[in-house]
């Protein structure tokens, strides 16, 4: 494990220490808990917005994709328990 200097405004520090105590934990675990939490959503939205690109590109290639519509009525045939069928794509070229 390396150390690394952070400056951080003398603010931020005390508020961070005063959660840190509200949570029963040292200001470094508060810390070190906060950038893992960032860090974590970071990749997660990195690996969203890839995964977004992706099928992005499969739709413009495919000519294929989905009816708004559709799509809303099987996710709230979905939430309210019942297994309708997946919505069918459709070519969306003329």
């Known amino acids: 494990m390396t150390t690394t200097s952070l400056?951080?405004?003398?603010?931020?520090?005390?508020?961070?220490i005063?959660?840190?105590?509200?949570?029963?934990?040292?200001?470094h675990?508060?810390?070190l808990g906060a950038i893992e939490q960032t860090?974590?959503?970071?990749?997660q939205r990195a690996s969203f917005v890839a995964e977004a690109?992706?099928?992005e590109?499969?739709?413009l290639d495919s000519g294929q994709g989905f009816v708004a519509t559709?799509?809303?009525?099987?996710?709230?045939?979905?939430?309210?328990?019942?297994k309708p069928a997946p919505p069918e794509a459709k070519?969306?070229?003329k």
Do not use: C
Request: aromatic content about 6%; charged content about 30%; overall charge positive.
């Open 7 to 16: 400056k951080i405004p003398d603010e931020l520090k005390e508020r961070a």
């Open 18 to 27: 005063q959660a840190a105590q509200q949570q029963g934990i040292s200001p």
């Open 29 to 31: 675990a508060f810390m």
């Open 39 to 43: 860090v974590l959503a970071a990749e």
């Open 53 to 55: 690109l992706a099928a």
């Open 57 to 59: 590109r499969e739709m």
């Open 70 to 82: 559709d799509v809303h009525r099987y996710i709230k045939a979905r939430i309210a328990g019942e």
């Open 91 to 93: 070519s969306w070229r």
